[in-house]
């Protein structure tokens, strides 16, 4: 079925003021009284409830849309209706911005053309000259206003608007303090940016450059970021400090590791120049059970020093005296210890007297001033055969005693040789030469080398012992 509508020759505003301007300042409603006619052809009115689509365009076909909406259930009686155009969508303000504009319908999805023209009425003619009740249609014309006289102190010039300043010298120019509840300044705005002016006062985003944050009052601060501050362990109070604690007591520094992994005071761990390894100095005098933690291993004692390589020609600890030029307790990197002396080659070495008041225990080899005794041990032997035994004495003048003995009775016995019969024995072992380095000992028939102590005969030596005493 095709359907036609047929609109009156005009529409109006739902409201217009015929009063005075100065009783016109209530809001002009967004909707417009439309009224028309709705036949059926040729022409029999049509009754009802119906579906219609109203929209605004800006020319007469095609053009822009404006505004639309759809009013489901019209009622139509005898072709008769009345509808409010905007009561489903509102209609913007900004529809009406130009002076030609478009009406469209379209009825249970027929489009009813052509299109109507939107036009006034006659005291609409009146309000295109009023903005406010504050302005007559008499005022002059001005580009520039000042509501100064009715106490505002607000000022309009070429586009600038002051406040306070009758020549505003930017868009919004405040002579006096201003407040707001929010600001937006989006260009240049970066997370963590901060607002910064130049010498005229033109402000601008840009990133902080100065250190913020907070901490406590007393405490030694630190960089908790690249640009923030906050509290580092560091306590000072007075002249004192604490490490650790906030009560260094009468101590200038106090350090304290208490409840905390291995409870060390204070670890210094030291790379010299040119070394690959390092050492650990750890200090604690306020603990029984204390240690300092090196690179793999955890060390106890309230004073451990520990190296991580060999620091020979560094030293891992050094007392000295008379002003820096005596040494008077020394420890090597390889753990050699010398009191008097910083060159120690023995485990201990002494330079001047000991006095011992306990006793004296000594699981190696006594080498008494100026003798020195080379001892290495038993080595198993065989029939006919030069073995060499490096001494290291550094001198041929040597008492050498050499011992012999059978592993499996467990019997041992002295040579009969001593060191006058060098080159010639017919049994047993003998010394074959002798150096400031090392002594080749010979062996011939070894089958009677050892006596045996409990039957009063001889049996076979199967190891020997050779004992060295430098007489120089």
């Keep these: 079925m095709k359907t036609k509508a047929v609109f009156s020759v005009a529409f109006f505003l739902t409201v217009y003021c015929a009063l005075t301007a100065g009783q016109c300042l209530a809001a002009v409603p967004p909707l417009i009284s439309y009224q028309g006619v709705l036949t059926q052809s040729p022409g029999i009115p049509q009754n009802g409830e119906f579906s219609m689509v109203f929209s605004i365009h800006s020319d007469s076909s095609g053009g822009d849309l404006l505004w639309s909406e759809t009013q489901d259930s019209v009622l139509v009686t005898r072709g008769l209706f009345s509808v409010l155009l905007g009561s489903v969508n509102p209609i913007p303000d900004s529809t009406f911005e130009e002076p030609n504009r478009w009406l469209e319908v379209e009825v249970e999805g027929s489009l009813l053309l052509p299109r109507r023209q939107i036009v006034s009425v006659g005291y609409a003619f009146h309000s295109r000259f009023t903005d406010t009740a504050d302005y007559a249609l008499s005022a002059p014309r001005d580009d520039d206003w000042d509501p100064d006289t009715a106490g505002l102190n607000i000022y309009r010039l070429t586009g600038n608007v002051g406040i306070g300043t009758p020549s505003p010298q930017y868009r919004l120019d405040v002579a006096g303090t201003g407040q707001m509840t929010g600001f937006n300044m989006p260009t240049g705005a970066s997370n963590g940016h901060v607002l910064t002016s130049d010498a005229t006062g033109a402000g601008t985003w840009q990133v902080p450059t100065g ?20 509290n580092s362990n560091i306590y000072e109070t007075g002249d004192n400090v604490g490490i650790g604690t906030t009560d260094p007591g009468w101590s200038r520094l106090r350090v304290t590791n208490r409840g905390t992994a291995n409870n060390q005071g ?48 560094l030293g891992l600890m050094r007392l000295i005296y008379d002003g820096g030029n005596s040494t008077a307790f020394y420890v090597r990197g390889d753990g050699n210890v010398g009191i008097g002396t910083n060159t120690p080659d023995q485990k201990l070495e002494v330079d001047g007297n000991a006095h011992i008041t306990g006793d004296l225990t000594v699981d190696g080899t006594i080498n008494p001033f100026p003798f020195r005794v080379y001892d290495g041990g038993w080595f ?13 004495l550094g001198t041929t003048k040597l008492l050498i005693t050499i011992y012999a003995r059978n592993v499996s009775s467990g019997d041992n016995c002295i040579v009969r040789y001593m060191d006058n019969d060098i080159g010639g024995a017919n049994n047993g072992p003998f010394l074959h030469s002798i150096s400031t380095t090392q002594l080749i000992i010979r062996t011939q028939d070894m089958s009677n080398a050892c006596f045996r102590v409990a039957n009063n005969g001889h049996q076979r030596a199967d190891q020997l012992r050779v004992v060295a005493l430098a007489l120089e």
């Excluded at 761990?269 to 070394?275: K, R």
């Excluded at 200090?283 to 793999?296: E, P």
């Excluded at 198993?380 to 290291?392: A, E, G, K, L």
């Design 380 to 392: 198993d032997v065989s029939d006919n055969t030069n073995y060499p035994v490096p001494h290291n």
């Design 266 to 313: 204070i670890n210094i761990e030291i790379a010299p120049v040119g070394e690959t390894s390092d050492i650990d100095f750890g200090l604690n005098v306020d603990a029984t059970s204390t240690n300092v933690t090196g690179t793999s291993t955890t060390y106890g004692g309230l004073l451990s020093v520990v190296a991580n390589g060999a620091q020979d020609d």
């Design 211 to 230: 250190i913020r944050g907070s901490g406590t009052a007393n405490y030694i601060p630190k960089f908790a970021d690249e640009t923030s501050l906050g």
